[in-house]
């Protein structure tokens, strides 16, 4: 502005100025109030995360200490005890194993060459002898005998079943009115079996 003197003037708003310098002045402030805040807190979080991590160290650590102390008190147990394998044990053991009879591969020897329609009902195991009952339904052609003969030849060529029991005989075929049920007995005989 051109005054009457020729002296130009000019009008300041010191007010706006002013208002404008302590918003950015506010501003600033909250700026570093939300940083100091979001850095006291990721602080926290810190500190809490790193008091959980210390303490889940301290139970496993705890855990595998106890596991220790387990393991010296069995050992401790262990030499106290002194077992010993004595030479006299394992002979005492493997005459065992040649004396017993292992009746897994026997028993499955007995299931696997059974003919259709035939079941066993019952075995027993006494004096080296195997005895073993069983029925089964006769078929139309009334071949039983045949059925039952193919059944321990089968036995006899098997030999899981044949390596312990030496001699195989039918002891009974027995008819039966009822559907045409057929009762059937037999025996199978070790090497180390002697007739009573």
Not at 148 to 176: G, M
Request: charged share 25%.
């Amino acid at each position: 502005m051109i005054s009457k003197s020729g002296l130009s003037f000019y009008r300041l708003n010191l007010i706006r100025e002013l208002r404008e310098r302590e918003l950015l002045a506010e501003r600033r402030h909250r700026l570093i109030v939300i940083l100091g805040l979001g850095c006291f807190g990721f602080f926290i979080i810190s500190i809490l995360y790193s008091s959980l991590t210390i303490l889940q160290m301290e139970s496993v650590l705890a855990g595998e200490k106890e596991k220790v102390a387990r393991l010296q008190t069995e050992y401790r147990k262990y030499t106290a005890a002194k077992l010993i394998v004595d030479k006299s044990d394992i002979e005492l053991l493997n005459s065992l194993q040649n004396k017993g009879v292992f009746w897994t591969g026997k028993l499955a020897s007995l299931a696997k060459h059974l003919p259709d329609n035939y079941w066993i009902t019952g075995f027993s195991f006494m004096n080296n002898a195997l005895n073993v009952r069983g029925f089964g339904y006769a078929n139309s052609r009334q071949d039983q005998l045949v059925i039952l003969d193919q059944y321990l030849n089968l036995l006899r060529s098997d030999t899981s079943f044949s390596d312990t029991f030496i001699k195989t005989q039918l002891n009974l075929t027995e008819s039966k009115e009822e559907g045409g049920r057929v009762a059937f007995d037999f025996s199978a005989y070790t090497a180390k079996w002697k007739r009573q």
